[in-house]
């Protein structure tokens, strides 16, 4: 029987390398994270309900539920971006040349 080979990854850019992807998929990952994360933990601090938040932010329950199970699966960086706003943080981006 044929073992699998266990590969460690330390972070987003060793693992789209390791799976074969872009260097590109990494920081479209690292981003979704950065902002599920953020709508998480302002989500579980606010008083606002799933649906309070689907409203505001022009979105479904359903995709609100999602995302507060940390599946992103499938949903645009620019819902994410309203349901954090939603919530009634703002996002502050920079930017720094690849290495």
Request: aromatic share 2%; hydrophobic share 45%.
């Amino acid at each position: 029987m044929k073992k699998n080979k266990v590969v460690v990854n330390k972070n987003s850019k060793e693992l789209a390398a390791a799976l074969g992807l872009s260097p590109l998929d990494a920081i479209e990952w690292e981003v979704r994270l950065m902002i599920t994360n953020k709508i998480i933990s302002s989500s579980e601090s606010s008083d606002l309900t799933v649906t309070d938040i689907a409203k505001i932010a022009g979105t479904s329950r359903s995709r609100i539920t999602k995302i507060l199970k940390n599946d992103t699966h499938g949903i645009s960086l620019d819902v994410l971006v309203r349901v954090l706003g939603a919530l009634g943080e703002e996002m502050k981006i920079s930017f720094k040349k690849a290495a």
